[in-house]
């Protein structure tokens, strides 16, 4: 019963990775664009002024890092830096105010340091422009 299950969940791990990383890519580009613009909801002080350290660079970094990991364009080089990113804000802003990630708001950028690390070993699926380009070559 388990070889059973083993073999059809192998079956679709390719598409649920891409789906993975759509979804996640998607969500770290909002989070880019909330910075940055506003939108699509404003996070309550408005838009970033630009040139503010750190925060409008992490969003540019956000923005442009997102839509490459959501296409699934050179998916393992952007989710190194998304991860080093999320590094970098958990021991910035959130390590500080306490241990534990719980305790200073810091589970989000810990996930997301996770899930970037996850992508850059796994790569971005099956349904990537990565796999696209990876076919032309050969």
Known sequence: MTTNLDTRLTSI?????SLFRVVFGLLFTIHGTSKLFAWPVD???GAVPVGTWPYW???VLELV???LIMVGL????????AAGQMAFAYFTQHQP?????I??????AVLYCFGFLLLAA???GAYALDAVRGKSKT
């Open 13 to 17: 791990s390719p598409a649920v990775i």
């Open 43 to 45: 996070s309550g002080s």
């Open 57 to 59: 660079y992490a969003g």
């Open 65 to 67: 890092l997102g839509l």
């Open 74 to 81: 050179f998916t393992r080089i952007a989710a190194i830096v």
């Open 97 to 101: 105010k306490g241990l534990f990630p």
């Open 103 to 108: 305790e200073n708001g810091g589970e989000l």
């Open 122 to 124: 796994i790569g971005g």
